[in-house]
T-cell receptor
Framework: DAGITQSPRHKVTETGTPVTLRCHQTENHRYMYWYRQDPGHGLRLIHYSYGVKDTDKGEVSDGYSVSRSKTEDFLLTLESATSSQTSVYFC????????????FGSGTQLSVL | RKEVEQDPGPFNVPEGATVAFNCTYSNSASQSFFWYRQDCRKEPKLLMSVYSSGNEDGRFTAQLNRASQYISLLIRDSKLSDSATYLCVVNVGNNNDMRFGAGTRLTVKP
């Protein structure tokens, strides 16, 4: 158990509304990641963070922003949700003995109607 | 061309069978390779790392072929509980950019 909690677990929202997903970790990991998973695409990296207030874009960052004001929390915000952002969102930390392995939270199912 | 490609399957095999999955990657500079397992509606979980010399963990064997740029996962003596989607993961450039294959679905039947 990597001590990762995602909230909410499920959310239904309307197009054009802002949405924030939260990832909380308890083990002081430096690196945190947000992925989305869609059928046929596998997991795709949205944004990641390498420390407090240090973030960078991933493969599919358009339409998303992130913030990390403290080590334990990494927030993903959809400023104006669109139907194409309906997906399952996973947060991950990088850890393990060699600090190479990804460990995931339980995911957030987001539906944008 | 996708960075990481897998045969989506599904692979339907009887209990006790041996099954192998391949995963090709496009970045010759990739250094980190992993296999993850994902059960339906659950998060991916690390199954095993893939080392240059190949490695084994019980019934599971992972291999890397750098010349042909693919990794493989072999499952021997399949169990019903092995039914899941198997994801290969490869870094592209650095360990902050880990690319996932779309996954190979395995169903083991009695």
């Amino acid at each position: 158990d990597a001590g990762i909690t995602q909230s909410p677990r499920h959310k239904v929202t309307e197009t054009g509304t802002p949405v924030t997903l939260r990832c909380h970790q308890t083990e002081n990991h430096r690196y945190m990641y947000w992925y989305r998973q869609d059928p046929g695409h596998g997991l795709r990296l949205i944004h990641y963070s390498y420390g407090v207030k240090d973030t960078d874009k991933g493969e599919v960052s358009d339409g998303y922003s992130v913030s990390r004001s403290k080590t334990e929390d990494f927030l993903l915000t959809l400023e104006s949700a669109t139907s194409s952002q309906t997906s399952v969102y996973f947060c991950a930390i990088r850890g393990g003995q060699d600090n190479e392995k990804l460990f995931f939270g339980s995911g957030t199912q987001l539906s944008v109607l | 061309r996708k960075e990481v490609e897998q045969d989506p399957g599904p692979f339907n095999v009887p209990e006790g069978a041996t099954v192998a999955f391949n995963c090709t990657y496009s970045n010759s500079a990739s250094q980190s390779f992993f296999w993850y397992r994902q059960d339906c509606r659950k998060e991916p979980k690390l199954l095993m790392s893939v080392y240059s010399s190949g490695n084994e963990d019980g019934r599971f064997t992972a291999q890397l072929n750098r010349a042909s740029q693919y990794i493989s996962l072999l499952i021997r003596d399949s169990k019903l509980s092995d039914s899941a989607t198997y994801l290969c993961v490869v870094n592209v450039g650095n360990n902050n950019d880990m690319r996932f294959g779309a996954g190979t679905r395995l169903t083991v039947k009695p």
